[in-house]
Protein backbone atom coordinates (compact mmCIF):
# COMPACT_ATOMS: atom_id res chain seq x y z
CA UNK A 1 0.00 0.00 0.00
CA UNK A 2 1.54 3.18 -1.15
CA UNK A 3 1.53 6.28 1.07
CA UNK A 4 -1.17 7.98 -0.05
CA UNK A 5 -3.71 4.59 0.24
CA UNK A 6 -2.34 4.31 3.68
CA UNK A 7 -3.67 7.83 4.56
CA UNK A 8 -7.11 7.01 2.50
CA UNK A 9 -7.45 3.88 5.46
CA UNK A 10 -6.33 6.35 8.40
CA UNK A 11 -8.51 8.62 7.69
CA UNK A 12 -12.02 7.26 6.33
CA UNK A 13 -13.32 6.58 10.00
CA UNK A 14 -13.29 10.09 11.28
CA UNK A 15 -15.14 11.18 7.64
CA UNK A 16 -18.80 12.35 8.87
CA UNK A 17 -20.95 9.54 7.79
CA UNK A 18 -23.29 12.22 6.47
CA UNK A 19 -20.37 12.96 3.78
CA UNK A 20 -20.00 9.05 3.66
CA UNK A 21 -23.83 8.98 2.83
CA UNK A 22 -23.76 11.51 -0.22
CA UNK A 23 -20.66 10.06 -1.79
CA UNK A 24 -22.30 6.12 -1.17
CA UNK A 25 -25.80 7.35 -2.46
CA UNK A 26 -24.37 7.31 -6.37
CA UNK A 27 -23.52 3.85 -5.67
CA UNK A 28 -26.37 2.03 -3.73
CA UNK A 29 -29.76 2.22 -4.09
CA UNK A 30 -30.68 2.94 -0.92
CA UNK A 31 -31.63 0.89 2.46
CA UNK A 32 -34.71 -0.38 1.87
CA UNK A 33 -36.27 -3.30 -1.06
CA UNK A 34 -38.93 0.04 -2.10
CA UNK A 35 -35.84 2.17 -2.94
CA UNK A 36 -34.27 -0.23 -4.92
CA UNK A 37 -36.92 -1.57 -6.95
CA UNK A 38 -37.46 2.52 -8.14
CA UNK A 39 -33.55 2.45 -9.06
CA UNK A 40 -34.56 -1.26 -11.12
CA UNK A 41 -37.62 0.71 -13.00
CA UNK A 42 -35.43 4.10 -13.84
CA UNK A 43 -32.34 1.62 -15.31
CA UNK A 44 -34.85 -0.21 -17.75
CA UNK A 45 -36.17 3.18 -18.56
CA UNK A 46 -32.95 3.71 -19.94
CA UNK A 47 -32.97 -0.10 -21.30
CA UNK A 48 -30.86 -1.78 -18.58
CA UNK A 49 -31.33 -4.82 -16.98
CA UNK A 50 -30.62 -5.20 -13.12
CA UNK A 51 -29.21 -7.55 -11.08
CA UNK A 52 -29.71 -6.92 -7.04
CA UNK A 53 -27.35 -7.60 -4.12
CA UNK A 54 -28.27 -7.43 -0.53
CA UNK A 55 -25.42 -5.16 1.12
CA UNK A 56 -23.40 -7.14 3.95
CA UNK A 57 -20.87 -10.53 4.51
CA UNK A 58 -18.97 -12.47 6.67
CA UNK A 59 -22.04 -13.21 9.49
CA UNK A 60 -20.83 -15.16 12.47
CA UNK A 61 -24.13 -16.62 13.69
CA UNK A 62 -26.81 -19.28 12.07
CA UNK A 63 -29.51 -16.83 12.74
CA UNK A 64 -27.68 -14.21 10.80
CA UNK A 65 -27.73 -16.63 7.49
CA UNK A 66 -31.42 -17.65 7.98
CA UNK A 67 -32.54 -13.58 7.84
CA UNK A 68 -29.88 -13.59 4.77
CA UNK A 69 -32.13 -15.97 3.45
CA UNK A 70 -35.21 -14.62 3.83
CA UNK A 71 -34.43 -11.48 2.56
CA UNK A 72 -33.06 -12.92 -0.63
CA UNK A 73 -36.61 -14.84 -0.39
CA UNK A 74 -38.42 -11.60 -0.26
CA UNK A 75 -36.94 -9.90 -3.25
CA UNK A 76 -37.28 -12.94 -5.43
CA UNK A 77 -40.87 -12.80 -4.73
CA UNK A 78 -40.92 -8.93 -5.55
CA UNK A 79 -39.03 -9.38 -8.75
CA UNK A 80 -41.75 -12.07 -9.72
CA UNK A 81 -44.55 -9.48 -8.42
CA UNK A 82 -43.25 -6.48 -10.19
CA UNK A 83 -42.24 -8.52 -13.39
CA UNK A 84 -38.87 -6.54 -13.16
CA UNK A 85 -35.82 -7.47 -15.61
CA UNK A 86 -33.35 -8.45 -12.86
CA UNK A 87 -31.31 -11.54 -10.78
CA UNK A 88 -30.08 -11.91 -7.79
CA UNK A 89 -26.41 -11.54 -6.62
CA UNK A 90 -25.41 -13.20 -3.41
CA UNK A 91 -22.24 -13.56 -1.58
CA UNK A 92 -21.93 -16.99 0.33
CA UNK A 93 -20.09 -15.71 3.57
CA UNK A 94 -23.43 -14.00 3.88
CA UNK A 95 -25.35 -17.46 3.95
CA UNK A 96 -22.94 -19.33 6.51
CA UNK A 97 -20.14 -20.07 4.20
CA UNK A 98 -17.51 -19.22 7.17
CA UNK A 99 -19.38 -21.04 9.47
CA UNK A 100 -20.48 -24.78 7.41
CA UNK A 101 -20.06 -25.41 3.98
CA UNK A 102 -23.22 -27.47 3.99
CA UNK A 103 -24.91 -24.99 5.89
CA UNK A 104 -24.20 -22.70 3.17
CA UNK A 105 -25.11 -25.04 0.23
CA UNK A 106 -28.28 -25.40 1.64
CA UNK A 107 -28.82 -22.03 2.14
CA UNK A 108 -27.64 -21.21 -1.22
CA UNK A 109 -30.01 -24.16 -2.54
CA UNK A 110 -32.90 -22.91 -0.69
CA UNK A 111 -32.77 -19.69 -2.99
CA UNK A 112 -31.64 -21.28 -6.63
CA UNK A 113 -34.63 -23.83 -5.89
CA UNK A 114 -37.31 -20.86 -5.11
CA UNK A 115 -35.40 -18.99 -8.43
CA UNK A 116 -36.04 -21.89 -10.51
CA UNK A 117 -39.58 -21.87 -9.65
CA UNK A 118 -39.60 -18.38 -10.82
CA UNK A 119 -37.80 -18.78 -13.52
CA UNK A 120 -34.83 -16.57 -12.18
CA UNK A 121 -31.25 -16.44 -11.75
CA UNK A 122 -28.83 -17.05 -8.87
CA UNK A 123 -25.30 -15.54 -9.62
CA UNK A 124 -22.67 -16.26 -6.79
CA UNK A 125 -20.21 -13.12 -6.40
CA UNK A 126 -16.54 -14.36 -5.37
CA UNK A 127 -15.20 -13.07 -2.38
CA UNK A 128 -11.94 -12.85 -1.27
CA UNK A 129 -9.21 -15.92 -1.91
CA UNK A 130 -10.13 -17.21 1.01
CA UNK A 131 -13.17 -18.24 -0.12
CA UNK A 132 -12.40 -18.87 -4.13
CA UNK A 133 -12.29 -22.95 -3.43
CA UNK A 134 -15.22 -23.28 -1.23
CA UNK A 135 -17.45 -21.13 -3.48
CA UNK A 136 -16.28 -22.95 -6.34
CA UNK A 137 -17.05 -26.47 -4.69
CA UNK A 138 -20.37 -25.03 -3.82
CA UNK A 139 -21.43 -23.99 -7.10
CA UNK A 140 -20.09 -27.10 -8.71
CA UNK A 141 -22.82 -28.77 -6.49
CA UNK A 142 -25.88 -26.86 -7.44
CA UNK A 143 -25.11 -26.77 -10.81
CA UNK A 144 -25.54 -31.00 -10.91
CA UNK A 145 -29.13 -29.89 -9.65
CA UNK A 146 -29.90 -26.59 -11.09
CA UNK A 147 -29.14 -23.90 -14.55
CA UNK A 148 -30.28 -20.96 -12.98
CA UNK A 149 -26.94 -20.26 -11.27
CA UNK A 150 -23.41 -18.83 -12.20
CA UNK A 151 -20.73 -17.37 -10.08
CA UNK A 152 -17.89 -15.18 -11.17
CA UNK A 153 -13.94 -15.78 -11.89
CA UNK A 154 -11.58 -12.92 -11.25
CA UNK A 155 -8.69 -12.29 -13.57
CA UNK A 156 -6.45 -10.82 -11.43
CA UNK A 157 -6.46 -15.12 -9.72
CA UNK A 158 -3.50 -16.93 -10.80
CA UNK A 159 -5.16 -19.80 -10.88
CA UNK A 160 -8.39 -18.96 -12.53
CA UNK A 161 -8.17 -20.24 -16.09
CA UNK A 162 -7.67 -23.67 -14.61
CA UNK A 163 -10.94 -23.10 -12.48
CA UNK A 164 -12.48 -22.18 -15.56
CA UNK A 165 -11.17 -25.24 -17.33
CA UNK A 166 -12.05 -27.70 -14.28
CA UNK A 167 -15.87 -26.04 -14.21
CA UNK A 168 -16.07 -26.63 -18.06
CA UNK A 169 -14.68 -30.14 -17.40
CA UNK A 170 -17.32 -31.17 -14.80
CA UNK A 171 -20.27 -29.10 -15.78
CA UNK A 172 -22.88 -28.85 -19.15
CA UNK A 173 -22.90 -25.02 -19.87
CA UNK A 174 -21.60 -22.71 -17.35
CA UNK A 175 -22.75 -18.88 -16.81
CA UNK A 176 -20.06 -16.53 -15.33
CA UNK A 177 -19.34 -13.53 -14.91
CA UNK A 178 -15.67 -12.14 -15.73
CA UNK A 179 -13.88 -9.33 -13.45
CA UNK A 180 -11.01 -8.23 -12.68
CA UNK A 181 -11.42 -8.51 -8.83
CA UNK A 182 -11.40 -6.19 -6.23
CA UNK A 183 -9.87 -7.24 -3.10
CA UNK A 184 -6.09 -6.75 -2.53
CA UNK A 185 -4.37 -10.36 -2.68
CA UNK A 186 -0.77 -10.86 -2.04
CA UNK A 187 1.36 -11.50 -5.10
CA UNK A 188 2.12 -15.48 -5.34
CA UNK A 189 -1.71 -15.99 -5.71
CA UNK A 190 -3.07 -12.49 -7.37
CA UNK A 191 -1.41 -11.12 -11.09
CA UNK A 192 -0.37 -7.51 -10.02
CA UNK A 193 0.59 -6.06 -13.34
CA UNK A 194 -2.81 -4.05 -14.73
CA UNK A 195 -1.21 -5.71 -18.41
CA UNK A 196 -1.30 -8.62 -17.27
CA UNK A 197 -4.92 -8.46 -15.15
CA UNK A 198 -6.46 -7.30 -18.86
CA UNK A 199 -4.62 -9.87 -21.15
CA UNK A 200 -5.75 -12.71 -18.57
CA UNK A 201 -9.35 -11.07 -18.55
CA UNK A 202 -9.44 -11.55 -22.52
CA UNK A 203 -8.32 -14.82 -22.00
CA UNK A 204 -10.88 -15.88 -19.86
CA UNK A 205 -13.24 -14.11 -21.59
CA UNK A 206 -12.21 -15.98 -25.03
CA UNK A 207 -11.91 -19.34 -23.64
CA UNK A 208 -15.60 -19.03 -22.25
CA UNK A 209 -16.94 -17.44 -25.17
CA UNK A 210 -15.44 -20.27 -27.85
CA UNK A 211 -16.95 -23.17 -25.73
CA UNK A 212 -20.55 -22.05 -25.86
CA UNK A 213 -20.60 -20.86 -22.38
CA UNK A 214 -22.56 -17.60 -21.01
CA UNK A 215 -20.09 -14.63 -19.99
CA UNK A 216 -21.37 -11.48 -18.31
CA UNK A 217 -18.79 -9.39 -19.00
CA UNK A 218 -18.15 -7.40 -15.68
CA UNK A 219 -15.88 -3.74 -16.45
CA UNK A 220 -15.70 -0.43 -16.72
CA UNK A 221 -12.47 -0.57 -18.48
CA UNK A 222 -12.94 1.10 -22.19
CA UNK A 223 -9.76 -1.06 -23.49
CA UNK A 224 -11.57 -4.51 -22.39
CA UNK A 225 -14.96 -3.60 -23.25
CA UNK A 226 -13.19 -2.75 -26.94
CA UNK A 227 -11.20 -6.20 -26.62
CA UNK A 228 -14.53 -7.68 -25.87
CA UNK A 229 -16.44 -6.09 -28.64
CA UNK A 230 -13.19 -8.01 -31.08
CA UNK A 231 -13.88 -11.36 -29.48
CA UNK A 232 -17.57 -11.36 -29.91
CA UNK A 233 -17.10 -10.41 -33.39
CA UNK A 234 -14.38 -12.87 -34.06
CA UNK A 235 -16.45 -15.58 -32.55
CA UNK A 236 -19.39 -14.26 -34.67
CA UNK A 237 -21.34 -14.38 -31.69
CA UNK A 238 -25.09 -14.22 -31.11
CA UNK A 239 -26.21 -11.75 -28.56
CA UNK A 240 -27.47 -14.39 -26.23
CA UNK A 241 -24.53 -15.67 -25.37
CA UNK A 242 -23.17 -13.12 -23.23
CA UNK A 243 -24.44 -8.95 -21.84
CA UNK A 244 -22.10 -6.45 -20.16
CA UNK A 245 -22.27 -5.94 -16.52
CA UNK A 246 -21.57 -2.46 -15.05
CA UNK A 247 -21.81 -1.12 -11.09
CA UNK A 248 -24.57 1.26 -10.10
CA UNK A 249 -22.95 4.93 -10.30
CA UNK A 250 -20.15 4.08 -12.29
CA UNK A 251 -18.99 5.35 -15.71
CA UNK A 252 -22.53 6.12 -16.94
CA UNK A 253 -21.18 7.19 -20.84
CA UNK A 254 -19.43 4.13 -21.28
CA UNK A 255 -23.05 2.49 -19.71
CA UNK A 256 -24.79 4.27 -22.81
CA UNK A 257 -22.26 3.45 -25.55
CA UNK A 258 -23.22 -0.08 -24.42
CA UNK A 259 -26.67 0.25 -24.77
CA UNK A 260 -26.35 2.37 -28.12
CA UNK A 261 -24.20 -0.64 -29.76
CA UNK A 262 -27.13 -2.81 -28.68
CA UNK A 263 -25.83 -4.87 -26.48
CA UNK A 264 -27.66 -6.47 -23.16
CA UNK A 265 -26.15 -4.35 -20.42
CA UNK A 266 -27.05 -5.41 -16.79
CA UNK A 267 -26.48 -3.14 -13.41
CA UNK A 268 -25.36 -4.25 -10.22
CA UNK A 269 -27.75 -2.66 -7.86
CA UNK A 270 -26.34 -3.22 -3.95
CA UNK A 271 -28.84 -1.93 -1.45
CA UNK A 272 -29.63 -2.24 2.53
CA UNK A 273 -29.24 -1.22 5.44
CA UNK A 274 -25.51 -1.92 6.02
CA UNK A 275 -24.66 0.37 3.27
CA UNK A 276 -22.65 2.58 5.71
CA UNK A 277 -20.03 -0.82 7.14
CA UNK A 278 -20.39 -2.21 3.40
CA UNK A 279 -18.84 1.73 2.18
CA UNK A 280 -16.01 1.58 4.75
CA UNK A 281 -15.04 -1.88 4.28
CA UNK A 282 -14.70 -1.50 0.89
CA UNK A 283 -12.63 1.37 0.85
CA UNK A 284 -10.02 -0.04 3.41
CA UNK A 285 -10.03 -3.18 1.39
CA UNK A 286 -9.68 -1.28 -1.54
CA UNK A 287 -8.47 2.50 -1.26
CA UNK A 288 -7.93 3.03 -5.33
CA UNK A 289 -11.67 3.06 -5.11
CA UNK A 290 -11.66 5.75 -3.13
CA UNK A 291 -9.36 7.61 -5.64
CA UNK A 292 -12.20 6.96 -8.23
CA UNK A 293 -15.03 7.84 -5.73
CA UNK A 294 -12.99 11.14 -5.24
CA UNK A 295 -12.55 11.75 -8.92
CA UNK A 296 -16.08 11.22 -10.02
CA UNK A 297 -17.24 13.59 -7.25
CA UNK A 298 -15.44 16.11 -8.84
CA UNK A 299 -16.35 15.52 -12.29
CA UNK A 300 -12.53 14.36 -13.42
CA UNK A 301 -12.03 11.86 -15.63
CA UNK A 302 -10.04 9.07 -14.43
C1 LIG B 1 -21.24 -6.09 -12.34
C2 LIG B 1 -19.98 -6.25 -11.55
C3 LIG B 1 -19.88 -7.26 -10.62
C4 LIG B 1 -18.71 -7.46 -9.90
N1 LIG B 1 -18.60 -8.54 -9.07
C5 LIG B 1 -17.42 -8.79 -8.44
C6 LIG B 1 -17.21 -9.97 -7.68
O1 LIG B 1 -18.08 -10.82 -7.55
N2 LIG B 1 -16.00 -10.13 -7.09
C7 LIG B 1 -14.98 -9.22 -7.21
O2 LIG B 1 -13.89 -9.45 -6.67
N3 LIG B 1 -15.17 -8.09 -7.94
C8 LIG B 1 -16.33 -7.86 -8.55
N4 LIG B 1 -16.49 -6.72 -9.29
C9 LIG B 1 -15.50 -5.64 -9.20
C10 LIG B 1 -14.39 -5.80 -10.23
O3 LIG B 1 -13.62 -6.92 -9.89
C11 LIG B 1 -13.49 -4.56 -10.28
O4 LIG B 1 -12.90 -4.33 -9.05
C12 LIG B 1 -14.20 -3.28 -10.68
O5 LIG B 1 -15.18 -3.53 -11.63
C13 LIG B 1 -13.19 -2.31 -11.29
O6 LIG B 1 -12.56 -2.91 -12.39
P1 LIG B 1 -12.80 -2.46 -13.89
O7 LIG B 1 -12.82 -3.69 -14.73
O8 LIG B 1 -13.99 -1.60 -13.99
O9 LIG B 1 -11.44 -1.72 -14.27
P2 LIG B 1 -10.65 -0.55 -13.56
O10 LIG B 1 -9.43 -0.35 -14.40
O11 LIG B 1 -10.46 -0.79 -12.11
O12 LIG B 1 -11.64 0.65 -13.71
C14 LIG B 1 -11.86 1.28 -14.97
C15 LIG B 1 -12.49 2.63 -14.67
O13 LIG B 1 -13.79 2.44 -14.11
C16 LIG B 1 -14.04 3.37 -13.06
N5 LIG B 1 -14.34 2.64 -11.85
C17 LIG B 1 -14.15 1.32 -11.65
N6 LIG B 1 -14.62 0.94 -10.44
C18 LIG B 1 -15.11 2.04 -9.86
C19 LIG B 1 -15.76 2.33 -8.60
N7 LIG B 1 -16.01 1.36 -7.71
N8 LIG B 1 -16.16 3.60 -8.37
C20 LIG B 1 -15.97 4.57 -9.27
N9 LIG B 1 -15.36 4.38 -10.46
C21 LIG B 1 -14.95 3.13 -10.76
C22 LIG B 1 -12.84 4.25 -12.99
O14 LIG B 1 -13.09 5.37 -13.81
C23 LIG B 1 -11.74 3.43 -13.60
O15 LIG B 1 -10.72 4.21 -14.20
C24 LIG B 1 -17.63 -6.55 -10.06
C25 LIG B 1 -17.73 -5.52 -11.00
C26 LIG B 1 -18.87 -5.37 -11.75
C27 LIG B 1 -18.92 -4.30 -12.78
Same mark, same amino acid.
Given at each position: ??? *?????????????????????????? !????????????????? #?????? $??? +?????????????? %??? &? %????????????????????? &????? $??????????? *?????? @?? !?????? $?? @????????????????????????? /?????????? %?????????????? /????? #???IEPRDIAYK $??????????????????? #???? !????????? /?????????????????? @??????????? &???????? +?????????? #??????????????????????IKNFFGLKN
Amino acid at each position: MNL *LDKLVVWTIPIVPKFLVRKVASRYIA !GTTLDEAVEVIKYLREQ #GCCATL $DVL +GEHIDKREQAEHAV %QEY &L %QILDKIDQENLDCNISIKLTM &LGLKL $DLDFCLENTRR *LVQRAK @EL !GNFVRI $DM @EDSSCTTDTLQIYSRLKKDFDNVGF /VIQAYMRRSL %QDVRDQMKSNSKIN /VRVCK #GIYIEPRDIAYK $DKEIVNSNYSMLLQELLEN #GNYA !GIATHDEKL /VWAAYKTISDLRLSRDKF @EFQMLLGVDEQ &LRRLTLKE +GYKLRVYVPY #GKQWYEYSIRRLKENPKIAGYVIKNFFGLKN
